[in-house]
């Protein structure tokens, strides 16, 4: 509350014609205390609220003047190191800034002591005017000294504290949440990691080793149909030559034209035939698939003398012994790359098909039904062809997603009207793809009625029943398969969402053509890289999609299915290599 009583002054010409000095914050009267012609002088009166401003005005023959606004002396002192240039008051020139106006700053006197300059100087300014900045100027250089706000220290020292706090704080909560999140990651990994073990080893304890039981009639070939898949394994017109001269009788073939009887000759001259086969070998443009041709055709020309054919044989392999090879070991049928090796490949063959007929082709057989059926039991990549019961670890699939068993309901269409057959129970897998449920319901069509299904796989069709009547054709690839990069993933029967026990139809698509032709995408020559199955391709993608592909694989949780392949084999190994010791020691 201001309490009045101050000693004003007020100094102006003519001040004997003043009636009245009026404060405009009360309606009292002034008293003055002393009056003249140029000075006036009088008590300022008291204030009920605190702070407060008031002007004043003067009362002259009615009217009301107001007064200026006073004018006074601001004194600022400067401090500065002091330094030997000896500045002097008039070397120096100030300004007081206010706003964008500046007021002349005169310099009255500099003082050293200790040290320390002391300007001193003073600006002329009205009263309610505020000096925010301080230019001193020496030669061309121009100093500006700033008013320091000693309020905004003090906020800037509460906030940045609080700042800082809060920042810790929420630092400290975020590393709690983090380390608990993680710890509650690490935890659900390791359960799984545990799980996958136990299961793996429960699996191996468990596992059925018998797995020959519904392996159907062994189909043994006759002799001419066993050379000709051995010679001409891809089939074809060289095949069915091949049938036709090995079952031809050996009197009508002396009736051959004059030709082929000259070329036969030939052929039994061993100097003509070791010198054909290095010039056909020297040939760049000659193929792996040519040279196993030429061999396979010289198998079928000279099988019925194999004491000559063994004799040629043996000097075609001598010289491959007897050529340079780099300092590295020669590795003989390995890859088969060269003509004599595929003769080789023939001759052993022909000799051993009686021996594979009578003692060791049953249990062979056998070994290979078992392993079949032991990697159908669980994922195949069908683009690497990795599966997860496997004999070997390179051909491990450690990366497999989980998977269900889903049995399914195969009917085959018999005859043009449509009629159904009775259904066969198939066992496959949510991972498979539509060519890999085909080979599995072939398989058990193979397995019941003792022969093969008679319409090669990439003409059947399969379709899926929706409703009564009603079905969807299932594909490799179509307009919903999913799409990671330019990489395009195989359908599967989860793909399809389909359930257990539905009926799954089985079609030609020579007597019933599909409503959208497709070619197998296996035909692509590049379709190991614009495909994929259970190996995600190496492109980036969003996983919330697929929450499945974010759990951590390891391939050595998944080394005891190696195991377990090799104990559920081990008896059908065993009985196999049995007539091969027996055939050893009576030899």
């Given at each position: 509350m201001g309490s009045g009583k101050r000693r004003m002054n007020i100094t102006v010409s003519n001040l004997k014609f003043v009636d009245e000095v009026i404060h405009s914050h009360t309606d009292e009267r002034v008293n003055f205390s002393e009056s003249s012609d140029q000075s006036l002088q009088f008590e300022s009166l008291a204030a009920d609220r605190d702070p407060f401003s008031s002007s004043v005005t003067l009362r002259v023959a009615n009217h009301t003047l107001a007064c200026p606004n006073a004018i006074h002396h601001l004194r600022l002192t400067i401090e500065k190191k002091?330094?030997?240039?000896?500045?002097?008051?008039?070397?120096?020139?100030?300004?007081?800034?206010q706003g964008g106006e500046d007021y002349d700053c005169v310099i009255t006197k500099i003082e050293r002591s200790n040290g320390t300059d002391i300007i001193t100087c003073v600006i002329k300014i009205s009263i309610d005017a505020?000096?925010?900045?301080?230019?001193?100027?020496?030669?061309?250089?121009?100093?500006?000294?700033?008013?320091?706000?000693?309020?905004?220290?003090?906020?800037?020292?509460?906030?940045?504290?609080?700042?800082?706090?809060?920042?810790?704080?929420?630092?400290?909560?975020?590393?709690?949440?983090?380390t608990a999140r993680m710890n509650n990651l690490i935890e659900v990994l390791e359960m799984d990691i545990r799980n996958d073990i136990r299961q793996g080893f429960v699996d191996m304890q468990t596992e059925d080793s018998d797995l020959i039981e519904n392996v159907g009639a062994i189909p043994f070939l006759d002799y001419k149909h066993f050379a000709?898949?051995?010679?001409?394994?891809?089939?074809?017109?060289?095949?069915?030559?091949?049938?036709?001269?090995?079952?031809?009788?050996?009197?009508?073939?002396?009736?051959?034209?004059?030709?082929?009887?000259?070329?036969?000759?030939?052929?039994?001259?061993?100097?003509?035939?070791?010198?054909?086969?290095?010039?056909?070998?020297?040939?760049?443009?000659?193929?792996?698939?040519?040279?196993?041709?030429?061999?396979?055709?010289?198998?079928?020309?000279?099988?019925?003398?194999?004491?000559?054919?063994?004799?040629?044989?043996?000097?075609?392999?001598?010289?491959?012994?007897?050529?340079?090879?780099n300092g590295q070991h020669k590795m003989v049928l390995r890859r088969t790359q060269s003509i004599v090796e595929k003769v080789l490949t023939n001759w052993m063959s022909i000799c051993l098909y009686g021996f594979l007929r009578e003692s060791a082709g049953q249990h062979l057989y056998f070994l290979v039904s078992a392993l079949t059926q032991q990697i159908a039991k669980g994922p195949v990549d069908s683009v690497t062809e990795k599966a997860l019961y496997t004999l070997s670890e390179d051909w491990l699939l450690w990366q497999a997603q989980d998977f269900t068993a889903v049995k399914l309901q195969a009917v085959f269409?018999?005859?043009?009207?449509?009629?159904?057959?009775?259904?066969?129970?198939?066992?496959?897998?949510?991972?498979?793809?539509?060519?890999?449920?085909?080979?599995?319901?072939?398989?058990?069509f193979k397995a019941k009625f003792g022969f093969a299904y008679n319409i090669p796989l990439r003409d059947i069709r399969l379709e899926l029943e929706q409703g009564p009547g009603v079905f969807v054709a299932l594909e490799e690839v179509d307009r919903s398969s999913e799409v990671i990069g330019e990489v395009t993933m195989l359908?599967?029967?989860?793909?399809?969402?389909?359930?257990?026990?539905?009926?799954?139809?089985?079609?030609?698509?020579?007597?019933?053509?599909?409503?959208?032709?497709?070619?197998?995408?296996?035909?692509?020559?590049?379709?190991?890289?614009?495909?994929?199955?259970?190996i995600d391709p190496d492109v980036c993608e969003d996983q919330g999609m697929n929450p499945e592909r974010k759990k951590l694989k390891l391939k050595e949780v998944h080394l005891t299915k190696l195991l377990s392949t090799k104990a559920s084999t081990s008896l059908t190994i065993s009985l196999c290599y049995a007539p091969l010791l027996i055939a050893y020691n009576f030899r």
């Open positions: 002091s330094d030997e240039l000896q500045m002097a008051p008039e070397d120096l020139r100030g300004k007081g800034a505020e000096i925010t900045a301080v230019k001193i100027m020496y030669g061309s250089q121009t100093k500006v000294l700033t008013h320091f706000d000693y309020l905004k220290l003090l906020l800037l020292l509460l906030v940045v504290p609080l700042i800082v706090g809060t920042g810790v704080g929420v630092y400290c909560w975020q590393k709690r949440s983090l000709a898949k051995i010679f001409f394994p891809e089939g074809g017109s060289l095949m069915t030559a091949c049938l036709k001269d090995i079952s031809q009788d050996p009197r009508k073939m002396e009736k051959q034209d004059d030709g082929c009887g000259r070329l036969a000759q030939l052929l039994r001259e061993p100097l003509f035939l070791t010198s054909m086969v290095h010039t056909l070998e020297e040939q760049k443009s000659f193929t792996i698939q040519h040279k196993c041709t030429v061999a396979s055709v010289l198998t079928v020309a000279l099988h019925r003398d194999l004491g000559y054919l063994t004799e040629v044989m043996e000097q075609l392999l001598r010289v491959a012994m007897e050529q340079p090879s269409v018999v005859g043009g009207d449509g009629q159904l057959s009775e259904p066969l129970e198939v066992e496959a897998l949510s991972c498979d793809t539509v060519d890999q449920v085909k080979l599995k319901i072939l398989a058990v359908n599967t029967l989860r793909h399809y969402k389909v359930p257990a026990k539905v009926t799954v139809k089985v079609l030609s698509t020579g007597c019933h053509p599909p409503l959208v032709s497709q070619s197998s995408v296996k035909d692509d020559q590049n379709f190991s890289v614009k495909y994929f199955h259970l």
